[in-house]
């Protein structure tokens, strides 16, 4: 009975095989090892079978690229290991936050404001030279253009002329990144102090806090310009510790870029690392150098 039922197997497979046989007889086919026979199908069916020799299965083109085809690469997915929480009163006294990026999704409103400035006077400048800019205060980035370039414009003029487009946007169009009221609103109700500090112009600062409803969370703005260096050095930072009046150690910086998260960092603040999809690339490294990672305000524990 069992070698009945092995032969009626093997008869079956064969009578399957046979119209695509007929049917593809131009298609390459797949040779089955004699291990299928012998090994793998005793072990599904639990009875021994007797050795059948390899049989040779047409299959299709998309078939048979699929299985010359090579192993496709692992990937692995960086997820922080740490839990999604902004601090509180219990480990905070105060929070320095930047403005845009990080408060604000505002970063797309900059994206090559420098570049465009200097195609209006006829210039084309080298690729990466924004990302240069972005990295100055906002009358150092002027001061560079003017340099650079021998531009017959004061530096003052080369900065109302570069923030014109970008006046609009702050005053009518840019909103605060999904989850902000809510965090500033907790964290005001724990009496936990904070401040803007940012390379952006004072006046656009105020313009997009007070038109978004966020101005009166904060104790006071220090801009860039204000302190008279970039966030390349911690003046603004070590500027804003002074006028919070609180201990480093327990005065948080938030930022979502990674010169700026690094210059906090190695002046000794800990860090809250926001993520945006401006600076997605240097997500690792912001992950390492931040106290609290936060990839999503929205994800935050309360």
């Known amino acids: ?25 131009r298609l390459p086919s797949v040779r089955v090892p004699r291990k299928v026979g012998t090994e793998i199908l005793p072990k599904l069916f639990r009875v021994p079978l007797v050795k059948v020799p390899a049989v040779r299965m047409p299959v299709g083109p998309q078939i048979s690229a699929l299985l010359a085809a090579p192993a496709v690469p692992s990937f692995t997915v960086q997820t922080p ?51 240069q800019l972005a990295q100055l205060s906002l009358m150092d980035g002027a001061k560079l253009v003017k340099e650079k370039y021998n531009l017959p414009q004061s530096p003052e003029e080369i900065l109302r002329l570069t923030l014109a487009p970008i006046r609009e946007r702050y005053f009518h169009t840019i909103m605060p990144k999904p989850g902000v009221p809510e965090l500033l609103r907790r964290l005001k ?16 600062t105020v313009a997009a806090l007070k038109r978004t409803g966020l101005l009166p969370y904060f104790d006071f703005i220090l801009t860039c310009d204000e302190v008279g260096a970039g966030k390349r050095t911690p003046v603004i930072y070590e500027a804003a510790l002074k006028k919070l009046g609180t201990q480093k150690k327990r005065t948080l910086v938030a930022e979502d870029a990674l010169y700026a998260l690094t210059t906090a960092h190695q002046a000794g603040f800990p860090t809250a690392g926001i993520f945006d999809m401006h600076s997605a690339k240097d997500q690792p490294a912001v992950q390492k150098l931040s106290t609290y990672y936060i990839p999503s305000y929205t994800a935050v524990q309360p």
């Open 1 to 25: 009975m069992k070698r009945t039922c092995q032969w009626l197997l093997i008869f079956a497979l064969l009578s399957y095989c046979a119209p695509f046989a007929a049917a593809q007889k």
């Open 81 to 131: 290991w740490r839990p999604v929480v902004f601090p509180g009163k219990k480990d905070i006294d105060a929070v320095i936050f930047d403005l845009d990026g990080t408060l604000l999704d505002s970063l797309w409103a900059w994206e090559n404001s420098g570049v465009n400035f200097l195609r209006t006077q006829g210039i084309n400048p080298p690729e990466g030279f924004n990302d």
């Open 189 to 204: 109700e724990q009496g936990v102090k904070m401040c803007v500090a940012t390379a952006s112009d004072k006046e656009l």
